[in-house]
């Protein structure tokens, strides 16, 4: 009965003691009563049957013990507890800048540059929790492939469409970084960031890549580049009429123009030789801009003694009215 129950004047229960007490002198006392009729043997009235005053004789007693036995309880003052979590989030909206030129299907990383940032990227959304998250691809041009949104199964299904040949070829990096913003000026959020990650330098576009890093920077926008592909030279798969052959082909990304736009919106440039890389860097953005979440802990208290209090009332007024009425003894 009282398994999710607590009292907090525990110590008022040991008055309970007293009741085992009062029904045993009850008992005592009735045995000790003396008759008013004295009878040489019972004999005679043995077969006269019990009335139901005398069978419900000892209600009165019955009624006084529970009466007791509640107000006791409800003086011990019982209670119930309601515990939980409230937990706030401080969201993070982030802007995945995804470059999907030719050059994307270099081999350097396995099994291309494009599938290699596809599979981290998808890694990626899948340790965020309550953070939105889109995704802007881009070539010549950029658009948005997915908005902001925490449907993590709708963007990853989104991610996985992704492919070079959407856009005309080119890198046009301005442009992408516009976009972002764009997607992220109206966001209430404490954090917002843009990953962008490319293999080139821009050559295509409206937008110039630092005047869209300004922009971002009055936006309070952080932006994280990312530069992808080995040093040097790497594979690149090339289509030729006895089928597509393998060749070498240079490796140019503007590492200059990549620092200075993660420099200017308090973010950080990262370089990315290998598929391991990649993920490394990932992983780091991930711990360097992971959600807040504040946990806070409740317990309230539910007051239980009026039910036992009311109990105890009834059953004491019903002990009173029984000794001034049924079980009113004859003068």
């Known amino acids: 009965m009282f398994n999710e129950i607590t009292f907090a004047y525990p110590w008022i229960l040991y008055l309970l003691l007293l009741i085992p007490l009062m029904v045993f002198w009850y008992f005592k006392k009735g045995k000790n009563r003396q008759p008013s009729i004295v009878y040489s043997?019972?004999?005679?009235?043995?077969?006269?049957?019990?009335n139901w005053k005398e069978k419900l004789r000892h209600l009165p007693m019955v009624l006084r013990v529970l009466s007791l036995t509640f107000l006791i309880i409800a003086l011990a003052r019982p209670q119930t507890f309601s515990s939980g979590q409230n937990i706030y989030s401080e969201g993070i909206d982030i802007v995945m800048d995804l470059d999907i030129s030719g050059s994307m299907l270099a081999q350097d990383l396995k099994p291309n540059r494009l599938d290699a940032?596809?599979?981290?990227?998808?890694?990626?959304?899948?340790?965020?929790?309550?953070?939105?998250?889109?995704?802007?691809?881009?070539?010549?041009?950029?658009?948005?492939?997915?908005?902001l949104t925490i449907d993590y199964n709708v963007l990853?299904?989104?991610?996985?469409?992704?492919?070079?040949?959407?856009?005309?070829?080119?890198?046009?990096?301005?442009?992408?970084?516009?976009?972002?913003?764009?997607?992220?000026?109206?966001?209430?959020?404490?954090?917002?960031?843009?990953?962008?990650?490319?293999?080139?330098?821009n050559n295509a576009g409206e937008v110039d890549?630092?005047?869209?890093?300004?922009?971002?920077?009055?936006?309070?926008?952080?932006?994280?580049?990312?530069?992808?592909?080995?040093?040097?030279?790497?594979?690149?798969?090339?289509?030729?009429?006895?089928?597509?052959?393998?060749?070498?082909?240079?490796?140019?990304?503007?590492?200059?123009m990549l620092k200075k736009i993660a420099d200017e919106t308090g973010g950080e440039y990262f370089r990315a030789t290998s598929t391991q890389a990649l993920k490394n860097i990932y992983d780091q953005i991930d711990k360097l801009e992971k959600t807040k979440?504040?946990?806070?802990?409740?317990?309230?208290?539910?007051?239980?003694?009026?039910?036992?209090?009311?109990?105890?009332?009834?059953?004491?007024f019903l002990d009173i009215a029984m000794i001034r009425s049924i079980f009113r003894p004859i003068p």
């Not at 043997?41 to 019990?50: R, T």
């Not at 046009?172 to 516009?178: E, F, K, T, V, Y």
Request: glycine share 10%.
């Open 41 to 50: 043997s019972f004999n005679v009235i043995d077969g006269i049957p019990k």
């Open 117 to 147: 940032a596809k599979n981290v990227i998808d890694n990626f959304i899948k340790e965020r929790t309550t953070d939105r998250i889109g995704l802007v691809i881009f070539s010549r041009d950029a658009f948005t492939q997915c908005p």
């Open 156 to 201: 990853t299904n989104l991610l996985d469409q992704v492919k070079t040949g959407m856009i005309e070829d080119g890198t046009a990096i301005g442009n992408a970084i516009a976009n972002g913003v764009n997607r992220l000026r109206e966001s209430k959020a404490k954090s917002k960031i843009i990953i962008l990650l490319t293999d080139g330098m």
């Open 209 to 256: 890549p630092m005047s869209a890093a300004q922009i971002a920077k009055t936006f309070g926008i952080r932006i994280y580049t990312v530069g992808v592909g080995t040093r040097g030279e790497a594979p690149y798969p090339v289509q030729t009429p006895f089928g597509i052959r393998t060749q070498m082909v240079p490796v140019n990304i503007d590492e200059a």
């Open 293 to 316: 979440i504040e946990v806070i802990s409740y317990r309230n208290a539910k007051e239980m003694f009026g039910s036992y209090l009311g109990l105890g009332l009834l059953f004491f």
